[in-house]
C-alpha cells in the first residue's frame, strides 16, 4: 500500500482531504453516491459543448464520482486542453468552478446513464485511476467507478489492497463506510474469495473504529463462510482476528481459545 495522497497533486490539497473534509463528510459523500438512484435529469436549452474536446472534458467531469481539483483531472487526462477550456465550459454555465469543479444541471443532463457514451467516459475514468489505486485517497474513488460498472469483485480487491491489515487512520470511516455499502447491496455478486475479503476488511475496520461486537460479528460470518466452502486459510484467518479483538476488549482467555484453533487451521 502506498499512503501517500495523489489526488490534490500540490501539498496539503488532496481530493479527499482531511484538513477540507471530515472523514465523517467524506463518508458520507461517497455512500450518497453509491447508493444514488439513476433518474433523467429534464433538459434545459443551456449551451452544450462545440467542440469533440469540450464534450468529452465535460463528460468527465459529469461521470466524476465526486467533484476533482482541476489539478487531479490534468494528471489522469493529460492529453486535454483543460487550463484553456474549462472557463468557456463555466461561461456556458455547464459546470461550476469553486474548490473543486462540478456540473451543472444542464450538463448532467446532456449525458444519459444508459449511453455508450457514459460507460465510455466511466471506463476512462476505471483505466486512469487503476494506474494510482494503491494510494489511500484513491482506492474508494476508483471503487465507486468500479461499482458503477457492476464490476464488484475488482472494487473490492481494489479496497481491499489498502484495508487488509493495514492501519487507515482518519480513511478508516472511509472505507468503513463504503465497505457496508457493498456489504449490503452487492455481497451476493461476489466470489466466495472476495466475499471473505469483504468480511476480513470490514469487520477489521469496525475494530478499528472501537465497534467490537459487529467486529466479532463479521469474523464469526466470515468463519461459516469459509467453513461452507472448505476454505481453510479464511477459517484460520477470522479465527486470529476475532483473537484480537477479544484481546482488545480484556477477554484474555477467549482470545486464546481462538489463537489456539487457528493454529490447527492455518498453516504458518
Keep these: 500500500m502506498d499512503n501517500t495522497i495523489v489526488a490534490g497533486i500540490q501539498g496539503t490539497k488532496a481530493f479527499l482531504s482531511a484538513n477540507e473534509h471530515t472523514p465523517a463528510k467524506i463518508a458520507k459523500l461517497l455512500r450518497e453516491k453509491l447508493y444514488e438512484i439513476a433518474g433523467e435529469v429534464p433538459m434545459d436549452p443551456s449551451p452544450l459543448p462545440q467542440t469533440s474536446e469540450q464534450r468529452q472534458m465535460l463528460g468527465l467531469i459529469v461521470t466524476a464520482a465526486i467533484p476533482n481539483l482541476r489539478e487531479l483531472y490534468e494528471k489522469l487526462f493529460p492529453s486535454l486542453p483543460w487550463i484553456k477550456e474549462l472557463p468557456k465550459l463555466q461561461a456556458s454555465g455547464l459546470i461550476a468552478i469553486t474548490e473543486t469543479i462540478s456540473p451543472t444541471k444542464q450538463a448532467i443532463a446532456a449525458f444519459s446513464k444508459s449511453s455508450e457514451e457514459y460507460q465510455f467516459l466511466e471506463d476512462k475514468w476505471i483505466n486512469a485511476l487503476s494506474t494510482i489505486s494503491n494510494h489511500i485517497d484513491i482506492a474508494p474513488y476508483a471503487a465507486l467507478h468500479l461499482i458503477r460498472r457492476k464490476r464488484i469483485d475488482d472494487a473490492i480487491q481494489t479496497l481491499g489492497q489498502i484495508a487488509m491489515g493495514s492501519d487507515l487512520g482518519y480513511w478508516n470511516s472511509v472505507y468503513l463506510n463504503l465497505l457496508n455499502s457493498i456489504f449490503d447491496r452487492y455481497l451476493s455478486s461476489a466470489s466466495i474469495e472476495n466475499q471473505l475479503l469483504l468480511l476480513n476488511c470490514l469487520g477489521s475496520c469496525l475494530a478499528e473504529a472501537r465497534q ?15 467453513k461452507k466452502h472448505k476454505l481453510q486459510f479464511w477459517v484460520g484467518q477470522s479465527l486470529i482476528n476475532s ?14 481459545r481462538q489463537y489456539s484453533l487457528s493454529k490447527a487451521r492455518r498453516p504458518f
Design 212 to 226: 467490537f461486537e459487529l467486529a466479532i460479528a463479521k469474523f464469526g460470518n466470515m468463519q461459516s463462510l469459509a
Design 243 to 256: 483473537g484480537v479483538v477479544l484481546f482488545e476488549v480484556g477477554n484474555r482467555e477467549a482470545a486464546i
